[in-house]
């Protein structure tokens, strides 16, 4: 069956950096648009960015310039980058695989996820 697996998040200050990596399987994941999105405490899944099966890329606004999407097809990984972050980017952070993705932000497209790995900002 299909596995996307997110590495360990953790608990980081203001300003640092932390790179997040999801290991997917049972799947090709070549084929699919990968994407990342986070959920705040009393909040609504949020998009964060996503790279599809032919390495186009978009970004959230919110972390457009600071936040880095990859994916390395030989490894069946996807990472997000993070830098200068911001204690309003703690939430827990899912990635998500879809194969028939129209509108890479909206959630529904996407046919897995991951369990979520926490990332807390302290200010």
């Known amino acids: 069956q299909v596995q996307l697996v997110e590495s360990v998040g953790g608990l980081v200050q203001a300003g640092d950096s932390l790179r997040l990596s999801c290991a997917a399987s049972?799947?090709?994941?070549?084929?699919?648009?990968m994407g990342w999105f986070r959920q705040a405490p009393g909040s609504d899944r949020e998009f964060v960015g996503a790279i599809r099966s032919g390495g186009n890329r978009n970004y959230a606004d919110s972390v457009k310039g600071r936040f880095t999407i990859s994916r390395d097809n030989a490894k069946n990984t996807v990472y997000l980058q993070m830098n200068s972050l911001k204690p309003e980017d703690t939430a827990v952070y899912y990635c998500?695989?879809?194969?028939?993705?129209?509108?890479?932000?909206?959630?529904?497209?996407?046919?897995?996820w991951g369990q979520g790995t926490q990332v807390t900002v302290s200010s």
């Open positions: 998500a695989a879809g194969y028939t993705i129209v509108a890479t932000i909206n959630p529904f497209e996407y046919e897995y």
């Open positions: 049972g799947l090709t994941f070549s084929s699919y648009s």
